[in-house]
Every structure is written in C-alpha cells, then in structure tokens.
C-alpha cells in the first residue's frame, strides 16, 4: 500500500504591482558552443517572451534550421555574435564585456520595468518570476537573485576587502529595475577595466561600490533562484524560479513537469504547475518499507536521495477529457513503466496535493488528487529570429 510521507502549501507574496512579460527585457549569454542548449530553450521556456536579445563574444555556429522551428511560439529574438580579436579566451571576453551587453538591453529598451539576465544555461519559470518581481517597487533601484557572499580568495586581491560584500549569482538570473540599470549599466566602459579575472557578476557588484559605496542596500535575495541544477538543490519550498547548469534534455524534462498545452478549436490551451512542480514527496510501496521519491512532474526515485538515478518523465503532463471532449476529468504523465494519474479536486487549496484515496490499481500506477490549476487561452503569433553578425 502506497501512503505519502507529508505534503505541501503555498501562500503568495504580498504584490504591489501588476507586470507582464511585455515589462520585462530578457538577456541571454551565450557561448561559441550553445547551438544545442539554444534549442533546448527555445522549445521551452524561451516560448512567448516579446523582448529576447541573446550575446555572444564568438560565433554561435546556429542550426539556423533548428532554431527557426520555434519561431511560430509568439517569441521575438535578436541574436547577436560579437567579435572581439584581443587574445583572450572566451570565458575572460565574455566577463569583459557582459556589462556591454547589460547596457545594450536597457539602451534598446528603455521603458522596460524590469531587465532580466542570464547565462544559456539558466532556466526560468516565468510565472513565478513575475509573481516575486510584483512584490517589489519597480520604480526603485533593486537587483534581485541569489546571493553569495564573495570568496576569501577574492577578497584577498582587493584594496579595501569586506567580508560580508555579497553579489547577485549571474547563473541563476540577474533582475534589475530600470532605476538600477541607470546607476550601473552606463558605466560598463570604466567596469570592463575593473577586477580582471573576476566573473562579471561579482564585478558588476564591485563597481557599482566604487561609484556608491552603499551599494549593498539594493540588493535583496529572493528564495526560488537556484544556482544549481534541480537534482543538486535543496527541497523546494516555495515555487522555483529559476535553475542553473541546464544541458541536454535537463531542459524538455523540467519544462514537462511546468507546463501542458493542447489546442481547443483555434486556441491554444496552456496550464502552468509552478505552484507544484519539483516538490519532493516520499512513499513507500507494500510492506518493503522502501521509501520512494518524487519530484513533482519531473523524476522517480528510490531511497531519499535525489542524485540517484531515476527514472524522468517521458511524456508531459497531458489532460484526460469526458466524453464530450470539453471537461477535464484529470491529467495523466508517464515514468518509464509507470502511470502518474493527477485526479482534479476543487476541495483542496492551490499548491497542495496528496495521494488519492482510491490510488493502487496496480504496481506501476498511482494516483494524486491535486487542485488543478485553470487552464490560460492564449494565441499563436508567429515570433522572429533575427541573426546579427560582427557587430
């Protein structure tokens, strides 16, 4: 008999503003290697972000063939490959000149509330980084992510080290106000000569101190930024926001356990799952005692360790009709060999879910009640990819 261990609740931030994607700008980093995590991301959570401009110090090398299958997902992208002949590697050039970068998205778009950055293998659930950015003033200087505290190694190679001087983590995603980006970004010229050998994210922070020496007060740390991958993280408590060091298919496999669409005549039907997605539940099945893991819509484990290997969704969280095609009775998801059936309750609060009572059908089958969130209509419009070389 399967029993869950304990579940889980959510409750939201106090907001204080209302935002859309179209107040946000999103800036990508990327490497000379980054065709494949591109089309990782653009088949994920790129889809239907307005303002997207992706950097590069080097030529990507794009399967433009690739690429260009996503531009029908309402997203509208500028790349860009910029040529620097210095001598350096890549890594030194693109710390160098991620400032440059910074500026160039507030210069392109100067009426965006919020300027969002981040590395080609950051993954962000959009929907909770909306719910979290209307909780803070936006007409304010803020920079908000995860924060670190700077090394002992790097204190060592400043004038006037402080211990407890901490920075915004770049891989888990930088969010800046407009009235922040104004105090930095312009200044990015004198930046770039700052700190060699620093990452730009510890840099950025570094300079600003030195034009405004209280910097830190603009900092603030949300919990739900992660510099990690999933798997390498602590249980999630409150609904990601981001992720960290997203290869291969790590991105389709978090993006299946976040997101199911389907389409309704000409509309297209999207429900999100952050409220639930990648929380860790345990069970134990018949009398072996033997706990089982799972992550929300995401892996299948044994034991409580969740770096062991597993088994991944293989399919995303797909809705089941009545007969008459127009009411969900509920959502099924496959593990390898096993049936995930998720039953909709309306008696249970956003956020939680918990074994169904009627669950063990079978040995590879279980089921959950869960308050299913509503599902969004939205529209196709088809996006563009504009590619700049040598700029």
Known sequence: MISFLFYFSVSDPKRIETL???????????????????????????????????????????????????????????????????????????????????????????????????????????????????????????????????????????ENPDPNFQFIHGGSGLCLTKPFGEKILPKHKECANLYPGKVSDLRLMLCLQKFDPDCQKYLSWKDGFNAEHPTQESSVKKPPISYHKIFGKDALQIWNAVHTEWMKGNDRMVVSWVNYTLKDRYFSIDETNVPVGFMFGYKLFIGEDRTSTGIYASTPINPIFDKTNSTILRYHQRFGQYDVYYNCRDDLDDGIFRLSSNNLKSETLFELDVNCPTPIKTSFKKGEIKYNYNL
């Open 20 to 158: 859309t994607l179209n107040d946000l700008a999103f800036g990508i980093f990327a490497s000379s290697t980054t065709s494949s995590r591109l089309e990782q991301m653009f088949a994920t959570w790129y889809q239907d972000i307005p303002n997207l401009e992706i950097f590069s110090v080097t030529d990507l090398k794009l399967d433009k063939k690739s690429l260009e299958k996503y531009n029908n997902l309402n997203a509208n992208v500028n790349i860009y490959n910029y040529s620097y002949q210095n001598g350096s590697d890549d890594w030194s050039i693109a710390q160098t000149y991620q400032g440059f970068y910074q500026n160039e998205l507030l210069r392109k778009y100067p009426n965006k509330k919020w300027y969002i950055f981040g590395d080609d293998d950051t993954f962000i659930y959009k929907d909770s980084l909306i719910q979290i950015l209307e909780t803070v003033n936006s007409s304010e200087p803020h920079i908000l992510g995860r924060s670190f505290l700077i090394s002992q190694e790097d204190l060592l190679t400043l």
